[in-house]
């Protein structure tokens, strides 16, 4: 199964270092046509990507769109973007996170976010959300793909095992995964979500579609569908409630 889950990933994501110079994931040109199609709007007057990195999930909805707007923390990477889109006059870039940024309320068709909520630190996603449900129009929507537990792992704690000792190995950079993780795993124990929490700091916690789901009810969003890759992948559709 684990080979299937590389093989899968292997299309929508790969190993890169980012502009800023971090080791990171970035999202294939696969994964963001899979985005393009799965989103029920189009077309429109602006899309946004948040946290875009160096722009390159915004590429199959520029023509569709009157404007792009591309937001991420980064300075380096927003300087890449601009200069990959130097000659779009309706594609534009700003540094800074969604909640600090100053946007037009309902100002906003699509919303599209590639490998960015599991960076967000949990407590601040509420936040996060509150602003896309104010710059979203009110038939708008938001797009995600993210890495997230699609499935119960209190009830399928087996699965949960087999997907957190692969996560554990392939997600954590390598030298700290091979000294400071790998000799304490115990050969032939079921980790279990309680185990999870029980045993990991909380800003580094992986995070269940239930989860989401608590967290978009707070400000008044709603997950209406879910296109599963991996038990612990998928592209994501937000609406308002």
């Known amino acids: 199964m684990e080979k299937n889950w590389e093989k899968n990933l292997s299309v929508y994501i790969e190993r890169t270092i980012s502009p800023d110079g971090r080791d990171t994931f970035e999202s294939t040109q696969a994964l963001s046509e899979r985005m393009f199609e799965f989103a029920t ?77 599991h960076q967000v630190e949990w407590n601040e996603q509420e936040r996060l959300f509150e602003a896309v449900k104010q710059v979203l129009k009110a038939d708008g929507e938001m797009i995600m793909a993210d890495e997230i537990i699609l499935f119960n792992p209190d009830v399928s704690p087996e699965k949960f095992n087999e997907v957190y000792r692969y996560l554990l190995e392939y997600t954590t950079p390598k030298e700290v995964y091979e000294n400071h993780i790998k000799p304490y795993l115990q050969e032939g124990h079921v980790y279990t979500w309680q185990d999870m929490k029980e045993n990991t700091p909380p800003e580094y916690w992986f995070h269940s579609i239930e989860d989401l789901k608590t967290t978009l009810r707070k400000v008044h969003l709603k997950l209406v569908d879910i296109q599963e890759i991996t038990p612990f992948f998928g592209l994501l559709k937000i609406k308002h409630q």
């Open 41 to 117: 709007v189009k077309k429109g007057n602006k899309v946004m990507d948040l946290g875009c990195g160096w722009g390159k999930s915004l590429q199959p909805f520029v023509p569709h769109f009157l404007f792009a707007l591309g937001t991420d923390t980064s300075q380096e990477n927003i300087a890449q973007a601009k200069d990959a889109y130097k000659h779009y006059d309706n594609v534009s870039f700003q540094c800074g996170n969604i909640q600090n940024l100053e946007l037009s309320a309902e100002s906003v068709d699509l919303i599209i976010s590639s490998l960015v909520l």
